[in-house]
């Protein structure tokens, strides 16, 4: 781990700054978390159900020397968003970092795809970054640093079975990554993606063993990511290191999508 005296001079350094991490009380929203905190930042861990994961993330954070705060949201009710941005605002203060983390899968052929499976991922993973952006834009734009930083996948980019919800909405995430760039480069604000491969994390661990293998087979590194392999992009992104990219899309896939 950083000590909080070296944080000023290492390459990443996010002294100073406060970053939201959507969805952030496991997986890779969860490291993303720890990470921004190991480079400097204050963090807020949003959760939407988890809130003894969400209070760990947060614990670990502090521990860290850094501060943090738990906020239960539904990033795809606007409302709700609202609320969060408002009791930031008197609790937390003004962010410069948003990371759109948050995702959900409800994965089936499409043909047997009911409406609301459809309905439910574009509403979190899309409507979400949507909700999200919209509600602490201002924020983000009197920033000095200003980053919005979008988390796709690989599924976005290639497809998969299975998944044309999930896809769909990744596939927008990079859409709308790329159209914002161009609309926030005068403000001094970057706006980028990450699109991870098949990560490590509980999700994937879940998946049979048997299929585990066929997947790892289609990739050249011949394994899964690691969430710290993603979460250390992001924290590049979120610094002044990152300042001449915007509108990019970093692939994280150990090769599987070139």
Known sequence: MIKANQKESEPYSLEG???????????IGEQIALTLADHGAEVVVNYNTSHDKASETATTVELEGENSW????????????KQMKEHLKENFGEIDILVNNAGINRDKFFAKMKKEDWDKVISVNLDGVFNCTKTFLDDIRESEQGRIINISSVVGQKGNIGQVNYASSKAGIIGFTKALAQELVRDDVTVNAVAP?????????????????????QIPMN???????????????????SSYMTGTVIEVNGGYYL
């Open 17 to 27: 700054k406060k970053a939201l991490i959507t969805g952030a009380s496991r997986g």
């Open 70 to 81: 738990i906020y239960p949201a539904d990033i795809s009710d606007h409302e709700e968003v």
């Open 197 to 217: 491969g098949f990560i490590a994390t509980e999700m994937v661990k879940n998946i049979p063993e048997k299929v585990q293998k066929n997947i790892k087979s």
């Open 223 to 241: 394994r899964f990511g690691e969430p710290e392999e993603v979460a250390e992009v992001v924290a590049f992104l979120a610094s002044a290191k």
